[in-house]
């Protein structure tokens, strides 16, 4: 059966400042509904403060949503005790966008990769898990000794996908893995989640304001503004013609930055 993370009508308003603060609350979510699939991808894009950061502290448990709910295989997912969400954390895992501020510096990798198989209770050959993790993320082994300051940016960022992958989810949440990678970098992160999805069978939800590498990683976008779902669809569907401003504005935006990126190096000859 193939696992679920659904959230249904959600809603979210920060409180205001000053005397007014009820009347100048600020939603930042409104009405959000989304569901992901063990092998499905879906890309959810906006411009800054559009929501999705809200959205995915909401979906990771890490704050409670004001109106709406979240579950997983129809079971409810309420922020709470570590003790009371090992089970969620397990499922579903989280990919950072800057992978350098997540790791800890003062561990190598293999501590790195252990410490979630810890926190989580997860039984078993640790060993095993964090070699298996390495081989999907195409790591050598010879990287456990290493700590974060003696990798690359590519390498760091491979890394944060392993940690995520250590405990075996079902669903994944990236954000923004890509942003700020060179194109090559770009290329091997995108490529590899690529196979997490079509052929590991993940379960993929894909935050970013870049609607190029949703268009490549994603089968299904929604658009984000001011809290809301503006337009929802297939990725080809809504790249090839938008029907809200929100959604021409960044098709737009990504055009033109695709336009201006620097032609690819050819091949190598043998």
């Known amino acids: 059966m193939n696992a679920v ?18 009347r100048s609350s600020r939603p930042a979510l ?6 992901i699939a063990t092998g499905g991808s879906i890309g959810l894009v906006g ?8 959205l995915l502290r909401i979906l990771l448990a890490l704050e409670k949503p004001g109106a709406g709910t979240v579950a997983f295989n129809n079971t409810p997912v309420v922020p709470g005790p570590a003790s009371s969400l090992r089970w969620y954390r397990r499922a579903v895992q989280y990919i950072p966008q800057n992978p350098a501020a997540s790791l800890n510096p003062g561990m190598n990798v293999e501590r790195l990769l252990l410490e979630p198989l810890r926190q989580l209770r ?24 290493r700590r974060p300051w003696e990798l690359s940016g590519g390498q760091k960022q491979r890394v944060a996908i392993a940690r ?82 929100e959604a021409k504005e960044l098709v737009t935006s990504a055009a033109l930055i ?10 190598p000859r043998p």
Do not use: W
């Not at 411009?47 to 809200?54: D, I, M, W, Y």
């Not at 690529?194 to 658009?223: I, K, P």
């Not at 695709?258 to 091949?267: C, G, I, T, V």
């Open 5 to 22: 993370l659904s959230a249904g009508n959600l809603g979210l308003s920060y409180p205001g400042r000053g005397l007014l603060k009820k």
């Open 30 to 35: 409104q009405d959000v509904s989304l569901s």
């Open 47 to 54: 411009g800054s403060g559009a929501g999705k950061s809200t």
């Open 122 to 145: 997860i039984d078993g050959d640790h060993r095993g898990m964090i070699l298996n993790a390495l081989q999907r993320v195409d790591l050598d082994p010879r990287m456990l000794g």
């Open 164 to 245: 995520a992958l250590v405990p075996a989810p079902s669903i994944l949440l990236a954000d923004e893995p890509v942003s700020g990678l060179d194109p090559p970098l770009r290329n091997t992160v995108l490529d590899l989640m690529e196979q997490l999805v079509q052929q590991d069978g993940l379960g993929l939800l894909f935050v970013s304001h870049d609607l190029s590498a949703v268009a490549r990683l994603c089968s299904e976008t929604m658009v984000l503004s001011g809290g809301r779902i503006v337009e929802q669809g297939p990725t080809a569907a809504v790249y090839a013609n938008p029907q809200t401003l």
């Open 258 to 267: 695709h336009r201006f990126l620097p032609a690819p190096l050819p091949a």
